[in-house]
């Protein structure tokens, strides 16, 4: 009975065993089960998701590279800055955040209107909110000091140009994305940019970062050395925003380069921009009058005409054309002078600036060879400048001419240009008939990698070298006797051409009798070129708006400190005074 | 209980391997923890060098920025009371008109 007892028992006990060890067994695959399902077919994406959790991959900015001028000055830099921005703070009340706003921004010194548009957008709910963009990191730790809740700040690089509004037209501006928006900024955007690096962030937990590697690596951006000279662009700036505002003109554009190599090193425009505040400038300074503007260049164009009929032998230096006539024979209004004239001869054509001649001696030119000189010297398309928004102009093809086309061309009407384009072609007459083109870089630069230097440029003759020199000498007897007498400078020869072209006044459709722009642009010391000028006035105001009367002496005034500032003397000394100045001439930069 | 005599020399070098592990171990973990020490300093030392080049390039542009030539001009016009000089009040000697 007992040993029956005991059977049964022991088979019961044996029962739940087995029981359990199936509950076991099935528990342990359905264990398994789960685990390759979670660990074989969904590797991949539980491996994502501890990746995500663990580490994450962020960029590294690439620092902008710097904009020297050419003496090395800097231009525009990047220095680092910090950002302030708001986040939400558990359980914060809209009154606490907006009290939060008022307190960052008045240690930030933001004006009543910036405030008013961050409590705006903090009333929209907006969960992240930028107090300050690219701030001193001065300013920023001044902020966090505070101790305000939600109130952080990152990294950053700030644009600065140091010299303000020097140069503004050139350098352009950046937008908040450190992206060039205009001028050498926008042009030359790719090798200032550099290229943006990555790294690995390694996170525990909390997703706190205890790692940081480095997977690319950011490569700096280039710096740029350009053919500015800041001093001379100071100069013309100076001397520029006197002659506008002295004029009353609306707007005024200065150039100077060197012939002999095209290259740009002043560019000024008024009005013009601190590039400190690209976004904040208006349109109207931001417009880079120099390259942007097409104008009809007036008499400053008859450099190209007589060009056209020296090179043509169209014309003999002591023929005569008959001036006093008003008609020529060309359809429409009758071609008048600024002054009655007689008989001229071609030098004197060129050097008074009679209209009547020069018609005439366009006409003797013919269309074609008119056409074509026009063409060579860069008419009608752009230069190629190193810049953005060049415009080309207008040089009308032939089939669009009328019957008074030649007589406008040759006086600088009927066509379209920019003030650089008037430049290069006197550049041209200047430089021996060598037209080299326009460019404001001078060396690209990165101590990591190898020099890059431009792309070379390649000059044109386009003119006989005896023609330029015969141009020359009567452009010079243009400033010695002519209209652009204003332009003379005791102790240098001075060539140059005026310009006075009157306006097209819409309303009216014809041309006004009462808006000018004056301009002047001509080269010194004649002899030996070391720097040609343009300097191009918009209406100005009152009696004087001739360009030998207004541009004229700005381009005196430019040229003679340019000249002394590179180290071109005078000749003779003017008059015998009480300074004694001993310097030493420098070989021109 | 009797206990077995363990041999003088090995006993000897049984210590010896002993105080040799442990020494390697020591080291081992000196080397670990000074190259963690050394690679801290090292990256404090390039965050260091980072923040001063950027210090440098800043203080280059601020140095920029005061020698502008419109402050210096400024300066010059009205705390210096500097003026141009009249026409004539410059001889320049050696003067030539032309360039190099």
Redesign the interface.
């Known amino acids: 009975m007992r040993t029956a007892s005991r059977g049964f028992q022991s088979r019961k006990v044996n029962g739940r065993i087995r029981v359990l060890l199936a509950g076991l067994l099935a528990w342990a695959f359905l264990l398994a089960g789960r685990l390759v399902q979670l660990q074989v077919f969904g590797h991949a994406a539980a491996k994502a998701e501890v990746l995500e959790q663990s580490r994450s991959q962020a960029e590294i900015f690439a620092e902008r590279g710097t904009v020297f001028d050419r003496a090395g000055t800097i231009l525009a830099r990047s220095i680092p800055a910090r950002s302030l921005f708001l986040t939400p703070v558990k359980g914060e009340s809209a009154e606490a955040r907006a009290k939060t706003i008022r307190a960052a921004s008045r240690a930030l010194g933001l004006s009543s209107e910036e405030i008013q548009r961050l409590l705006s957008r903090a009333r929209q709910a907006e969960p992240f909110l930028y107090i300050k963009r690219k701030t001193s990191p001065e300013a920023a730790a001044a902020v966090e000091a505070l101790g305000l809740p939600g109130v952080h700040s990152h990294a950053d690089t700030m644009r600065f140009y140091p010299n303000g509004r020097l140069a503004a037209h050139v350098l352009g501006g950046v937008g908040l994305d450190d992206t060039g928006l205009a001028g050498v900024e926008y042009a030359h955007n790719q090798p200032l940019q550099g290229r943006k690096g990555q790294a690995l962030i390694l996170k525990d937990a909390r997703r706190r970062a205890y790692h940081f590697e480095t997977l690319v690596p950011a490569l700096p951006g280039q710096d740029i050395v350009l053919t500015i000279d800041a001093t001379l662009q100071y100069i013309a700036e100076r001397e520029l925003a006197r002659a506008v505002e002295a004029t009353g003109s609306n707007w005024g554009t200065v150039i100077v380069s060197r012939p002999g190599s095209g290259e740009i090193l002043a560019m000024a425009s008024a009005p013009t921009y601190d590039p400190n505040a690209y976004s904040s400038a208006g349109a109207e300074a931001q417009f880079n009058r120099a390259i942007q503007l097409t104008y009809e260049p007036g008499s400053t164009f008859k450099v190209v005409t007589a060009s056209a009929a020296l090179a043509r032998h169209a014309v003999g230096l002591k023929e005569t054309f008959d001036c006093s006539r008003a008609d020529l024979g060309f359809p429409g209004k009758p071609i008048r002078d600024h002054k009655p004239f007689g008989v001229l001869t071609f030098p004197e054509v060129v050097i008074h600036s009679s209209n009547r001649g020069m018609a005439l001696v366009g006409r003797r030119v013919g269309e074609v060879p008119m056409f074509d000189m026009a063409a060579a010297f860069g008419f009608g398309r752009k230069t190629g400048i190193d810049l953005s928004g060049e415009a080309a102009g207008r040089l009308q093809p032939m089939s669009a001419w009328s019957r008074r086309t030649l007589a406008a061309l040759s006086i600088g009407y009927e066509v379209a240009s920019t003030p650089l384009q008037v430049l290069m072609a006197v550049n041209a007459v200047a430089n021996k008939g060598i037209l080299w083109p326009p460019r404001v870089v001078k060396d690209i630069r990165d101590p990591a990698r190898p020099l890059q230097r431009p792309a070379p440029v390649v000059a044109l003759q386009v003119l006989a070298p005896e023609v330029a020199a015969t141009l020359t000498g009567i452009l010079e007897e243009a400033v010695e006797e002519g209209t652009g007498h204003e332009a003379r400078l005791d102790g240098y020869r001075v060539a140059g051409k005026t310009g006075t072209t009157q306006k097209r006044d819409p309303a009216l459709g014809a041309y006004s009798e009462r808006k000018h722009i004056a301009s002047f642009v001509g080269f010194a010391p004649a002899d030996n070129p070391a720097l040609s000028v343009i300097v191009v006035l918009d209406e100005p105001k009152g009696t004087a708006y001739y360009g030998g009367e207004v541009a004229a002496p700005v381009f005196r005034e430019i040229i003679r400190k340019a000249l002394l500032h590179l180290g071109v003397f005078p000749a003779s000394s003017p008059v015998r005074g009480l300074i004694t100045a001993s310097v030493r001439s420098e070989v021109v930069r | 209980m009797i206990r077995k005599k363990i041999p003088r020399r090995q006993a000897i070098l049984g210590l010896a391997v002993l105080v040799l592990t442990l020494l390697i171990l020591t080291f081992y973990l000196r080397h670990l923890t000074e190259t963690a020490r050394l690679g801290l300093v090292q990256r404090d030392l390039e965050v260091r060098l980072i923040r001063l080049r950027?210090?440098v390039?800043?203080l280059?542009?601020?140095k920029?920025?005061l020698l502008?030539?419109?402050r210096v001009?400024t300066v010059a016009r009205q705390d210096l009371r500097l003026d141009d000089?009249?026409?004539?009040?410059?001889?320049?000697?050696?003067?030539?008109?032309?360039?190099?």
Do not use: M, R, W, Y
């Not at chain 2, 000089?85 to 190099?100: L, N, R």
């Open positions: 950027d210090e390039k800043a280059e542009a601020k920029a920025e502008s030539l419109a001009e000089p009249e026409a004539g009040q410059v001889i320049f000697e050696g003067g030539g008109g032309t360039h190099k």
